[in-house]
């Protein structure tokens, strides 16, 4: 007779051995990746386009991608805490974040490349870790904007609960403000493994002037058919990118977002329930459940018990109260700093002083044919994005459905599709200078669909129920109920979305198609003219022109935006 016990026993056993599969391919994949990192560095690399090369290149491309996620995690907790915690960091941190997501990849990637190359010259070391910083660089911005938004617009309740409670910081964070903003962060993650996948093929298919700094990856194998025109080669890449993307999306982003649902704002418990059969493997598994209480629970309850009040004021630094090594040792630290940015200034001084001024006019006229593109392509996203993403977010059951569908969709990398795409658009007679902002919307619509879906995700069930209760019209509940919930998190899609549009700039107006390099007019042309020609100066001055421009609309449009939705339209 099977008991409950042993029917209990029998499914931990089988949930174990899956997790043990699970770090089996994980270890698998690390020790192939050492492999590749300590291999000798190459001066070309030959991509092999036979269907049997594509798992491995998966893997690779798929470890980069995780290993980026995980530094943007991490970037994403810290800096996002200290901007919503610190009003004087908050001060610095926030321009900062403006024009650290204004730079396009080609900003960083020809200096990151170029550094770690040098620093690790006989191995494939730095080319990696310059690829995982480049990757890194699409994706943590929308993360770091969500939180942020999260922390600041978290309802007072919570706030004074926590304070009257007399939580220390570790508390607070972990109680309150980590499962207010996990739903929301629980989408931008999603979307960042997107963005991150929109510049694979830029990462892994580098070219600086004549120096070829490819890697292996599934990046660069559609990279090289496309070039080629190997169509077998193209479909297979494009099989093997969405069998990918749904394998992530049933093994972990699945399980997260039925997860992270159960730290939903209200008093009404929903009627549909998500479930997740990894989700139930991994909360059924010994191994898990163990590591839980014997590593991560007394981490917790030893931060927990530093009885520090989480809004506590820390008291001022004075250096002539610590010792004078640690005083000394911090003003070395300073003035270095001070040294090595004002050093770097002197040189990117005398890096723009070879420009002429026609060459800075035609700099300025092409910020202002960019700028036009990159808010055409966030209205046009918005049409669409917006009350599609408040139609799948008021419904579990339309979200269980079209969440797969939205996620195979978002993380696809659209560089992919852009030859075919162009090639159709320009048999309708459409020029590159239009074409481009469709091409631009094709991967910075998902920020604002992946923001809405949350946003209206997270609205309690009892707005639903007064709404019903006092029989408002489906307009008054549009924008009375549904438009208030969403409206904070559409101002964090439209800031990623714009973000996404500056990068996206860079493959959108420089297009390779038959042999042949399009461009229209702009930053983003400019940007990948000039690297591909080395032209240091002009890739220095286009990325700077794109920051201040991004800096600038920041301050008119989004931060006003932002001020409105902590103000008006928070919980």
């Not at 805490?81 to 321009?95: F, G, K, N, S, T």
């Amino acid at each position: 007779m099977i008991t409950r016990s042993s029917l209990r026993q029998s499914n931990s056993i089988v949930a174990d051995i899956g997790v043990l599969s699970l770090l089996a391919a994980v270890l698998y994949g690390l020790v192939r990746v050492a492999k590749h990192w300590e291999s000798p560095l190459q001066s070309q690399v030959e991509i092999d386009l036979s269907v049997w090369a594509l798992p491995g290149y998966t893997l690779l491309s798929l470890l980069r991608g995780f290993a980026a996620y995980g530094l943007s995690l991490g970037f994403t907790l810290v800096y996002g805490y200290l901007a919503a915690h610190r009003p004087r960091a908050e001060r610095i941190l926030v321009p900062l974040l403006d024009v650290l997501q204004s730079i396009p990849v080609l900003g960083f990637l020809p200096g990151a490349v170029l550094a770690l190359v040098a620093l690790f010259p006989s191995t494939n070391m730095g080319l990696e870790l310059a690829s995982i910083l480049m990757i890194f660089t699409g994706q943590v911005w929308n993360m770091t904007f969500s939180f942020y938004q999260s922390l600041r617009s978290l309802p007072r309740e919570l706030g004074e609960a926590s304070s009257l409670y007399q939580f220390n910081w570790w508390q607070r964070f972990r109680r309150v403000e980590l499962p207010a903003a996990a739903v929301g962060l629980a989408w931008n993650s999603m979307m960042a493994m997107a963005g991150g996948w929109f510049f694979l093929m830029v990462c892994e298919a580098f070219h600086l002037g004549s120096r070829d700094f490819r890697l292996p990856g599934l990046g660069a194998y559609m990279s090289v058919a496309i070039a080629r025109h190997q169509t077998p080669a193209i479909l297979a890449g494009i099989i093997a990118m969405v069998t990918m993307i749904v394998l992530v999306d049933t093994l972990v982003w699945r399980p997260v977002l039925v997860w992270v649902q159960k730290f939903r704002i209200e008093d009404t418990a929903t009627s549909d329930v998500q479930a997740s059969a990894v989700l139930r493997w991994f909360q059924r598994s010994w191994l898990i459940q163990n590591a839980m209480a014997r590593v991560a629970h007394p981490i917790s309850e030893w931060l927990s018990a530093q009885r520090v009040p989480a809004d506590a004021t820390p008291p001022p630094l004075r250096p002539w109260r610590l010792p004078w090594m640690a005083w000394l040792v911090s003003l070395f630290v300073q003035l270095a700093t001070a040294v090595l940015v004002g050093w770097a200034a002197l040189r990117l001084v005398r890096l723009l002083g070879r420009l002429p001024l026609e060459v800075w006019l035609q700099i300025i006229g092409s910020a202002g044919l960019t700028l036009a593109r990159v808010m055409a392509a966030v209205l046009l996203g918005s049409l669409w994005a917006v009350p599609v993403g408040i139609w799948i977010g008021q419904s579990d059951r339309r979200r269980n459905l079209l969440q797969p569908l939205v996620q195979i969709a978002a993380s696809f990398p659209a560089p992919m599709l852009y030859p075919l795409i162009l090639f159709g658009l320009r048999r309708l007679g459409w020029e590159l200078n239009v074409t481009a902002v469709i091409l631009m919307m094709l991967g910075t619509q998902w920020y604002i669909l992946f923001n809405v879906i949350a946003g209206a995700s997270t609205l309690s069930a009892d707005f639903r129920e007064v709404a019903r209760a006092y029989r408002f019209t489906p307009t008054q509940r549009r924008w009375s109920v549904w438009w208030p919930a969403t409206f904070p998190y559409v101002i964090t899609g439209w800031i990623a979305a714009a973000g996404g549009a500056w990068n996206a700039s860079i493959v959108a107006e420089y297009v390779a198609l038959s042999g042949q390099v399009q461009t229209a007019p702009g930053l983003g042309s400019l940007i990948s003219t000039a690297a591909d020609h080395a032209s240091y100066d002009l890739l220095a001055a286009g990325v700077l022109a794109m920051a201040l421009v991004v800096v600038v609309v920041n301050r008119i449009l989004w931060r006003p935006l932002y001020r409105l939705a902590e103000t008006r339209y928070a919980y």
